[in-house]
């Protein structure tokens, strides 16, 4: 398996500008989390799904965001307007159901957003 | 006060050294995750457990449930262990959302 994918691997974009972020899970993962990772902040949980429905979203920064999974082998996250605070480095990560057990996530390489 | 706590938040060794780092949180969880980030910037999974310990090569970490803590320990450490390596756990059963400690950086030098 290839892993999950995420595109592109660095976006570079003036204020203002809509962004979108895309994700690939693993076939057969039933969980898709995104994350924010900044220096001041560290890994931030925005949002996750479950079987392509939104479970959590109470991480996601304010209305600017939005993510959605259409189907199970693909996620997008949508900032529209962007701006300069951003900027940081987002991860998208699947895993199995658990079935009432956790199981491990597996990241994808992320994505390096610069808003200027 | 920060749910999960690492330490310490840096940390430098000399090759072969054995390393601890140490991840304490303060309420209930169903699992603890240990994750390292490259200096390229990717996250591997390196272990989840909910209780005891796991081993895998020249990584071992164990949990204590009741005292609220893990470890995570590196044994003959080598250069290529430098990096960030992140403690994460599942805050409530059935959870699958995870909080994460802020990180401890592993420099090795030859």
């Known amino acids: 398996d290839a892993g999950v994918i995420q595109s592109p691997r660095h976006e570079v974009t003036e204020m203002g500008q809509e962004v979108t972020l895309r994700c690939k899970p693993i076939?057969?993962?039933?969980?898709l989390f995104w994350y924010r990772q900044t220096m001041m902040r560290g890994l931030e949980l925005l949002i996750y799904f479950n079987n392509n429905v939104p479970i959590d979203d109470s991480g996601m920064p304010e209305d600017r965001f939005s993510a959605k999974m259409p189907n199970a082998s693909f996620s997008t996250l949508k900032i529209q307007p962007s701006e300069p605070r951003d900027s940081a480095v987002y991860f998208c990560?699947?895993?199995?159901?658990?079935?009432?057990?956790?199981?491990?996530?597996?990241f994808g390489p992320g994505t390096r957003l610069t808003v200027t | 006060k920060n749910e999960v706590e690492q330490s310490p938040q840096n940390l430098t060794a000399q090759e072969g050294e054995f390393i601890t780092i140490n991840c304490s949180y303060s309420v209930g969880i169903s699992a603890l995750h240990w994750l390292q980030q490259h200096p390229g910037g990717g996250i591997v999974s390196l272990f989840m457990?909910?209780?005891g310990k796991k081993k895998h090569g020249r990584l071992i970490a164990t949990i204590n449930i009741q005292e609220k803590h893990s470890s995570l320990h590196i044994t003959a450490s080598h250069p290529r262990d430098s990096a960030v390596y992140i403690c994460a756990v599942h805050l409530n059963f059935g959870n699958e959302k995870l909080t994460f400690g802020t990180g401890t950086r592993l420099t090795i030098i030859p």
């Open positions: 990560a699947s895993s199995l159901d658990p079935g009432g057990n956790s199981y491990e996530q597996y």
């Open positions: 076939s057969g993962h039933d969980y």
């Open positions: 457990l909910s209780s």
